[in-house]
């Protein structure tokens, strides 16, 4: 008996001196986006979060730009109730930008030049409070009753210095909380966002000419000001130099298209396999996993706000030629290892959805459900 008891102790004392596995926080991300739907760009950036295990996506803002915010708003719910993460809150955010206007950009290009891409502004548009009909089906579930602005301001008061800002859109939203709250960028932890462009080798006709001008911050100028002047404890930028090297390719798409998840089956059922470029994509998945970003630079960012000819677009500077500005400098990436990034996003995409719960998606595509494009 006195061995036996003698064991024990000994055994007690070896767990408690023992290193202990614990088991690791999960990242938070507030993800914020011009949420068009589905399938594109917007949808499988949240896709990316919501399938990678370590991280924690405590809401959805949603802002205008690819397309209306009342419609982005209904294709998020929808994405969420149809892959089971409906307890996702999604949170209507700005609806128009704080200075620019449609009317006063058609006017613009009659001066300096037809726009390549306008988002909810291109031609042939619907109204910003008009919801198509939506192939994948209205969501039975309800936005947030809260606005994006004070969500964002919220949460990182909830949870200071451990919120990463994810921005995939036009950032209205931010510029809104920072406004409100002059403390909201010191109180996250990081902004990773998809915008701004530094010298991008392509032969794009959208960029051929003008190199600097795309589109999140376009859209907004006033309001990536703003953003881009705050105090951020890190700032990540995908820019479109490292974006235009990604393509969403067919064996891509075949890969995913096979599994029988409700992710994998999403992107079957709305996505196609155009090769168009991974915008939003690579911000979300670089975020949660980087080692295959092969080049990044540091920049000075800020928005070119003169209402002239080059109006939106993307200025940045060295430490040597930079002006007196007060943020550090963001990590700018530019170059992609596309084998490896388009290995990890297929993995992701054909994974089990963590905290996923009455998944509506597989009963969807059992079922028949709206046809696929």
Known sequence: MKFASRTARIFLLLLLIAPVAWPQAKRMVIFDQD?????????????????????????VTV????????????HALRLLELVGRSDIPVV?????????????TAEWETLYGKIAYKGAWNLGGHGAHEIPAMREGAPSTKASPEDAAHFLIRMVHAHPHEVTIYEGGPMTNLALAQTIDPQF?????????????????????EFITNPRREFNLWFDPEAAHIVLGAHWASVTCTSVD???ETKFSDAMFEAISKVQTPAAQYIARYSRPDHSYMWDELAAAAWVDGSYITNTKKFFLDVNLDRGAN???????GAKDRPDLEPEPATVQMDVDMKRFGEFFV??????????HNALMLELASAGGPPKT
């Open 35 to 59: 949420a068009a739907g589905p399938g594109g760009t917007d949808m499988l950036s949240l896709l990316v979060l919501l399938q990678a295990p370590d991280v924690q996506v405590l809401g």
């Open 347 to 356: 993995k992701l995409m054909t994974g089990a959805t963590p905290g996923a």
């Open 311 to 317: 109006y939106g677009d993307t200025l940045a500077w």
């Open 92 to 104: 209507p955010g700005a609806a128009f930008p704080l200075v620019r206007t449609q009317k006063w």
């Open 242 to 244: 490292v974006s235009i």
């Open 185 to 205: 960028a010191e109180l996250a932890k990081a902004l990773v966002f998809m915008g701004g462009s530094i010298s991008p080798k392509t032969d794009d006709p």
């Open 63 to 74: 802002v205008t730009g690819d397309a209306w915010r009342d419609e982005e708003v209904q």
